[in-house]
T-cell receptor
Framework: DAKTTQPTSMDCAEGRAANLPCNHSTISGNEYVYWYRQIHSQGPQYIIH???NNETNEMASLIITEDRKSSTLILPHATLRDTAVYYCIVRVAVGGKIIFGKGTRLHILP | NAGVTQTPKFRVLKTGQSMTLLCAQD?????MYWYRQDPGMGLRLIHY???????AKGEVPDGYNVSRLKKQNFLLGLESAAPSQTSVYFC????????????FGEGSRLTVL
């Protein structure tokens, strides 16, 4: 599976859009981009995933560049409850090993 | 549905003792995983299973053994616990078909003295 690179930490003001970048320059054509988040010491929670097209759900939007070498997770109106560690993962749809990196620690500032 | 359930949630061991963590899922998922998370760190994959009766090594398998005798259960064993195995352990599962997401348990906090 391809490796991902994320900033260690980011700050965002409450009510503003939080844009979390992820670099996956070695991604293969059949690999998806997934985002999870982990609040405090809870188990990680799935947010969104995509292959080529941009995706949106009730939690967030995922913007994938045309060359698929990077992506951005957008939380449109960040709240204090969005303070968490966000993980970007790249993997094939059907496959065993799923590797997490260290993620980005997002602080939402009041 | 309970989802993914981990047992026990907390445990304190002495060095050299053995124990087993149980992960149970009721979603009929094929894939199951064990991760560990140390303070301030991301999740590291210990072992995983792609189906009943199968297991495979992850990033940090040393000192752990696993078994998947039943599809719904994935056991993580520590034969001789060491202080370096003090961590929070997370189990996860996913379905076989399609780009499905991982479902995680709430974690098991293990302290080895």
């Amino acid at each position: 599976d391809a490796k991902t690179t994320q900033p260690t930490s980011m700050d965002c003001a409450e009510g503003r859009a939080a844009n979390l970048p992820c670099n996956h320059s070695t991604i293969s054509g059949n690999e998806y981009v997934y985002w999870y988040r982990q609040i405090h010491s809870q188990g990680p929670q799935y947010i969104i995933h995509g292959l080529k097209n941009n995706e949106t759900n009730e939690m967030a939007s995922l913007i994938i560049t045309e060359d698929r070498k990077s992506s951005t997770l957008i939380l449109p109106h960040a709240t204090l409850r969005d303070t968490a560690v966000y993980y970007c993962i790249v993997r094939v749809a059907v496959g065993g090993k799923i590797i997490f990196g260290k993620g980005t620690r997002l602080h939402i500032l009041p | 549905n309970a989802g993914v359930t981990q047992t026990p949630k907390f445990r304190v061991l002495k060095t050299g003792q053995s124990m087993t963590l149980l992960c149970a899922q009721d979603m009929n998922h094929e894939y199951m995983y064990w991760y560990r998370q140390d303070p301030g760190m991301g999740l590291r994959l210990i072992h995983y299973s792609v189906g009943e009766g199968t297991t495979a090594k992850g990033e940090v398998p040393d000192g752990y053994n696993v078994s998947r005798l039943k599809k719904q259960n994935f056991l993580l064993g520590l034969e001789s616990a060491a202080p370096s195995q003090t961590s929070v352990y997370f189990c996860a599962s996913k379905k076989l078909e399609g780009p499905g997401e991982l479902f995680f348990g709430e974690g098991s906090r293990l302290t080895v003295l």
